[in-house]
C-alpha cells in the first residue's frame, strides 16, 4: 500500500505508509496520549505506544455507495479509534493499510490534520447541493485524540458557516466542548445528535469497549444537550447476545435514556462483519466462552444475528420504551430527518475512502 502527498510533513515523493518521516515532526509528543512514530517502519500487530499518524487528506466528504443508503454523505477526521470497541464493524477498514483490525485499530490512529480547510474549500464547490452530511458513521470524532487535534470545532464551524445540515453519532462525552457551536450551527441548519449507550450495565463496558466513557457520563451527555435545547436520540447499540438483551437490562437501560431527556432510542442488535468478527470472537473466548454455543447458533451463517432474534429484542426495546414516554409520534426526530444509525455504514468494503 503506498500514498503520495499525505504526510504531514509534506514531502512530495512516494513514501510507504508504514515509513514515518526520517526526522519526526516537532509536534511529537503528549497527543492526548498518543505518540508519534519512530523513525522506524510502522509493522502490523507492534506492541507499544499508541501512535498518531498524521496525513493530509485529498478530499474530506465521502460518498457513501448504495442504491438508497440511510446517509449519502460521510465526515471522518479520524481512521481508527481509541474507543478499543472489540465488535466494532469498521476494523476491516485498517486491512486496507496493510495494518490488522484488532491492535492496529485501537492503537495507530490515523489524523487527517487538514480536515478543516478541505471542508470549507468542498463545500464552497458550485457542484455541492448542501446535502446532508453524517459524522461517527465509521469511527469516533470525539475519540481521544481530539482533545489534542481539535479538528471538529474547526468541522462544526464550517458547516455552520455553510449552513450545511449535518448529524453527529458519538460515545464521546467530548462534544460538550462544542456546545456553544453546535447552538449556533442549530440556529441556521439541521443538526442532529445521537449517543451510542449499548447497556448501562458498567462491568461488561469495561471489558467490551474499553476505551470509552461509562454508560452514565454518556448519559449526562444527552442531559446536558437536552438541557441547552439540542435535541438527543439514542442508539442502544450494540445489544450483545447473552451479555446485555435480558428483560431486566433492556428495562433498566430504557429507563435510564428516558431520565436523562433523551427523545428517542432506537435498538440495534449486534453485527459482526469481517474483521471484527474474529476481534469479537477472541474476546468472547477469553472472557464468556460459554457463549459460544450461542453466537454459533445466532451468527452461523453471517454477520447478522437471525432475524427472529433480531425481532425478539427490538419489539422489547420499543415496548418498553413507549412505557417511559420515548419514540412518541410527532417528536423532533419524526419531523423528516434520518438519524444516524450504526447498522446503515455500509461504505466500509471501499479501501481507502477519504484518505
Known amino acids: 500500500m503506498r500514498w503520495e502527498n499525505l504526510r504531514e510533513d509534506g514531502t512530495t515523493e512516494q513514501t510507504s505508509l508504514f515509513e514515518a518521516p526520517l526526522t519526526p515532526p516537532d509536534r511529537g509528543t503528549g497527543r492526548a496520549g498518543l505518540a508519534t512514530p519512530s523513525p522506524d517502519p510502522i509493522r502490523a500487530g507492534q506492541d507499544g505506544e499508541a501512535l498518531a499518524i498524521e496525513i ?9 455507495p448504495g442504491a438508497d443508503p440511510m446517509f449519502r454523505w460521510t465526515i471522518n477526521p479520524y481512521r481508527g479509534c481509541a474507543h478499543a470497541c472489540v465488535y466494532c464493524f469498521a476494523r476491516r477498514t485498517h486491512e486496507y493499510l496493510d ?31 448542501g446535502e446532508h452530511i453524517a459524522m461517527g458513521t465509521n469511527t469516533d470524532p470525539y475519540q481521544r485524540a481530539e482533545g489534542h487535534y481539535r ?8 458547516l455552520r458557516d455553510a ?11 467530548m462534544i460538550l466542548r462544542d456546545l456553544d457551536l453546535l447552538e449556533q450551527a442549530a440556529r441556521v441548519t439541521e443538526v442532529g445528535l445521537a449517543v451510542s449507550v449499548g447497556s448501562v450495565d458498567d462491568e461488561v463496558r469495561r471489558t467490551v469497549e474499553p476505551g470509552t466513557p461509562s454508560a452514565r457520563a454518556r448519559l449526562g451527555v444527552v442531559r446536558r444537550l437536552s438541557d441547552r435545547g439540542l435535541t438527543c436520540s439514542v442508539l442502544m447499540a450494540p445489544i450483545l447476545p447473552g451479555l446485555t438483551d435480558s428483560v431486566e437490562q433492556i428495562e ?4 435510564a435514556i428516558a431520565a436523562a431527556g433523551a427523545t428517542r432510542v432506537t435498538p440495534i442488535v449486534l453485527h459482526l462483519r469481517p474483521g471484527a468478527r474474529e476481534w469479537y470472537r477472541a474476546w468472547l473466548e477469553r472472557e464468556h466462552p460459554r457463549l459460544l454455543p450461542l453466537y454459533r447458533e445466532l451468527y452461523g451463517h453471517g454477520s447478522y444475528a437471525r432475524a427472529s432474534y433480531q425481532r425478539i429484542v427490538t ?10 414516554g420515548l419514540n412518541r409520534p410527532g417528536s423532533p426526530r419524526d419531523a423528516g430527518r434520518r438519524e444516524p444509525a ?7 468494503d471501499l479501501p481507502m475512502a477519504g484518505v
Do not use: C, Y
Open 56 to 64: 493530509r487528506a485529498r478530499s474530506i466528504i465521502n460518498r457513501v
Open 99 to 129: 495494518l490488522d483490525s484488532g491492535r492496529d485499530f485501537d492503537t495507530r490512529i490515523l489524523v487527517k490534520t487538514n480536515a478543516g480547510e478541505l471542508l470549507r474549500a468542498q463545500l464552497a464547490r458550485p457542484s455541492w447541493r
Open 151 to 158: 479538528l471538529m470545532p474547526q468541522i462544526i464551524a464550517a
Open 163 to 173: 449552513a450545511n445540515p449535518f448529524s453527529i453519532l458519538t460515545k464521546g462525552t
Open 252 to 255: 433498566r437501560t430504557v429507563a
Open 315 to 324: 419489539t422489547a426495546v420499543r415496548e418498553i420504551a413507549a412505557r417511559h
Open 342 to 348: 450504526e447498522d446503515a455504514q455500509l461504505p466500509l
